[in-house]
Every structure is written in C-alpha cells, then in structure tokens.
C-alpha cells in the first residue's frame, strides 16, 4: 500500500498546502537519488536544499476541512473519500494516498481548502 505523497504530488500540494503541514520529506543526496524520511519539512537549521515536502495518509486527512461543519469519510475498502452532506463531492482512486490528494486537488480547484 502507498504510504505517502509520490514527489510529484508532494510538488503539487506543497504550492497549495502550508508547508509545516508535511510530515514526511522527500530527500535528494547526489549520491543517492531519492529517499524518504520521517521529520519535519523544515529542519533546525533552515536549509531546505534537497528536500522536499511529503505528506502521509494521516497527514493528508489532517488537512481536509469540515464543509458544512462535517468532515470527510474515507472508506478504505472502496477507497473512496466523500462529505456526507447535501452537496455531492467524493472522490475514488487507485489508493487511500491518491484519494486524499485528488480531494485536495478538487478541493483547491473550488476554493474550499
């Protein structure tokens, strides 16, 4: 099961979603070309060169908002996620990751994040 925001989706939601939301970075080093690790985005010393913001599950429920004073509901057997509500947004995909990171998207794209 993905565990966590590929680096093109981290690179998507770090443009809309606040930084210290990340609970998980993607870390570049020269000589190996990727990896992740479990930290804050930003270190203690402020340099950020190589890394890159990487959310996971949890992480990514955490910044779904409530519409309608409701939060979202991820059904992990289907894997999908909606807002039982009167207006109908849900969203279905391959993984419980991608399906939270497609909510953000539509979210996003109708100004309710």
Request: aromatic letters at 8%; proline letters at 6%; one cysteine or more.
């Amino acid at each position: 099961m993905k565990a966590y925001t590929d680096l093109e989706q981290s690179k998507k939601l770090a443009e809309i979603l606040p930084l210290e939301s990340a609970d998980m970075n993607w870390h570049e080093l020269p000589s190996i070309r990727l990896f992740v690790r479990a930290f804050s985005y930003k270190r203690d010393n402020g340099a950020t060169e190589g890394l890159y913001p990487c959310w996971s599950l949890a992480a990514l429920l955490n910044v779904l908002p409530q519409i309608g004073g409701i939060k979202p509901v991820l059904d992990l057997e289907t894997n999908c996620i909606q807002y039982p509500s009167d207006i109908e947004l849900n969203v279905i995909a391959d993984n419980p990751v991608d399906t939270c990171y497609e909510m953000i998207m539509r979210l996003h794209e109708l100004n309710l994040l």
